[in-house]
């Protein structure tokens, strides 16, 4: 039997296949001589333990050391420039590997399946291929060099892998990590474009992933099964939002969306069970099938004023105990089945809605007085227990609060101030006509005539969500939303106006601007007092003048005509 082979003769290579399946082979010396080991010369030599590289050899092909089983070590020489697919791969002993600076590129599945526990990639190389460093379990650290551009699919999947960072030349990652239950950490560069489809599924220990704002594509599935997510921020370029995307990342709690996202697809936040805090974009025009799915924890959610359809299980099982249906929406699927819902209101007429729309919900639906669509046949029970009751528009308490400026505070939670001139400046929250009601305040509509905002003048609506501030206004007290603690965005529809220095005091706020208007510049855009993002707007627009038509119905003249 082939026990130990000593070679003295001198070669230059060896031919392909040549220990092809030599099982007794247990230790080799390559002399000086040889330069190339060819495809699959040591293929499947699993009782392969030792190989000594004399001379200088210069390529290892394709299978060159495939499933030699029993290869714990080998020192690659500095001469070595190049490696075939599968050049190691199956080496399930092999704990260490040295990649000569010469090399430019790791191929296909290269080390795949080996227990090597460390790897430094040199500088020089350009490409890792597909699936080379994949099933390497033991494998926790991975140093990457700049001069890497391309990283093929699955390059680490189902590797021991705990933290990378991704170099500045790499603009695509192509479902690299899938499969990495210990991946904790992951630094991604500045330049990223596209997070591929199942990206980072089934990283299982990931706790916080930076995604650059120069991403503008998240594949499907692409953080599916990360379990550990707690928050994620995707204040980026994205305007889709692919099907799975979150699915099943059980303990995320915070997702913050960028202002373009307009699409979402089926399922993408769906079993994220502890979910309690998503703002949905304004350019959402739809709630996909299975969009919220399984979040018990989300108690609440503003939906937008734009948005036209919720398709089925879109909120199914879900821990909303309230919902207001915008008005604008003509379609509702199966959405709210085993949902927590005590309260809906509906803003405009009747949509179209499922059978089981409300399965086994037990609630108060509220629908607008006068509002068309309203009818017997409408309003049953679709197979919950609804009780439905026609909400008459009813002022609440009404007055002034500055000269030419007056205040009425509706039943549907609605403070409208009109007139033209500054509101008073307040000097506490106790000054505010309408603050015994400010815990009942869940929307503020402020006419365009209005030029200057009161300190404390929203302080402790603690419902409001959203603000927008008219071209009208020039001026902005101290505090004027104290103690707003749901409060997350303020849409300013003109100018720069003068801010306060402790405006915004206590608060951590998003706040957006007209694209391209020169007022706002950086001295302008700070934190007032508390914890301020910035950014353009790019659907805000200038409004010109508004109003109402009736109880149900306001009206809106924008720069562009609309």
Known sequence: ???????????????SSTFYLCKELSSITVPAGVTVIEKETFYECRNLQEVKLLGEVTEIGEHGFYKCHSLESINIPDTVRSFGKFAFAGCGMLQTIN?????????????????????????????????????????????????????????FAYSGLQEIVIPEGITTLSGLFNGCDNLKKVVLPEGLTTIATYGFQYCRALEQINIPSTVSKIGQGAFMHCESLKEVDLRCQIEVLERDTFRYCHNLETAILPEGLATFRSDVFGECAKLTNITLPEATREIPYGMFQGCTSLTEIELPEGLTKIGGRGFFRTGLTKIEIPAAITEIGEAFGESSLKEIIFKQNAPVMGVDTFDNVTATVYYPDGAEGWTEEVMHDYDGNLEWVCHKRESVANGTCGEGVSWNLYNDGILEITGSGAMTAFSSAADVPWGQYAADIREVVLGDGITGIGSFAFAGCTELTKLELPNSVSEIGAQFVQNCRKLKKVIFLGNAPHIDANAFSGNVIDCRYPE????????????????????????????IDNGSLGATVSWKLTEDGT
Not at 107 to 122: C, D, K, M, N, Y
Request: hydrophobic residues 45%; charged residues 20%; aromatic residues 8%.
């Open 1 to 15: 039997m082939l026990k130990l082979i000593l070679v003295t003769i001198f070669l230059k290579f060896y031919a």
């Open 99 to 155: 990649i000569p600076k010469g090399v430019t590129l790791i191929p296909e599945q290269a080390f795949s399946g080996t227990s090597i526990t460390s790897v430094e990639i040199p500088e020089g190389v350009t490409l890792i291929g597909r699936e080379a460093f994949s099933n390497c379990t033991g494998l926790t650290s991975v140093s990457l060099p700049e001069s890497l551009t391309d990283i093929e699919g699955g390059a």
């Open 516 to 543: 391209g208007d020169a007022t706002w510049t950086s001295e302008k855009m700070v934190d007032y007092g508390g914890t301020v993002s910035w950014a353009e707007a790019k659907d805000v627009l200038v409004v």
